[in-house]
């Protein structure tokens, strides 16, 4: 079992910038895929970004491409989500995840066997 606890998030304008960092505990998390999903209000669950540790490879949503950036640190069980120019759009609950297929193509909500409880992220105009 992997515990997941997710932090750093808040209100933020328009262009700002925030970090997210997603504390683990339980089981490492070397070698599993890693990664952030978000919901807004009124709107399904969504992929933003994911690391996988086979292939260290990331993935992106492609609305927030060259704007948010994944990182891992295995050492102190941390995952990482830089997200800067935010937009009003970016506005949800983020989440961590983990999943212990360290490979792969995941975009998928069902993909993923640990979540956290979330933390708002909030971008006004």
């Known amino acids: 079992q992997v515990q997941l606890i997710e932090s750093g998030g808040g209100l933020v304008k328009t262009g700002g910038s925030l970090r997210l960092t997603c504390t683990t505990s339980?089981?490492?998390?070397?070698?599993?895929?890693v990664g952030w999903f978000r919901e807004a209000a009124g709107k399904e669950r969504e992929f933003v970004a994911a690391?996988?540790?086979?292939?260290?490879?990331?993935d992106y949503l492609y609305t927030v491409e060259g704007r948010f950036f994944i990182s891992r640190d295995d050492d102190q069980k941390t995952i990482f989500l830089d997200m800067n120019n935010l937009q009003p759009e970016d506005t949800a609950v983020y989440y961590c995840?983990?999943?212990?297929?360290?490979?792969?193509?995941?975009?998928?909500?069902?993909?993923?066997?640990?979540w956290g409880r979330g933390t708002q992220v909030t971008v006004s105009s």
């Open positions: 690391h996988y540790w086979g292939s260290h490879r990331s």
């Open positions: 995840v983990a999943d212990r297929s360290g490979w792969g193509h995941k975009t998928r909500v069902d993909a993923y066997e640990f």
């Open positions: 339980g089981h490492t998390i070397s070698s599993m895929t």
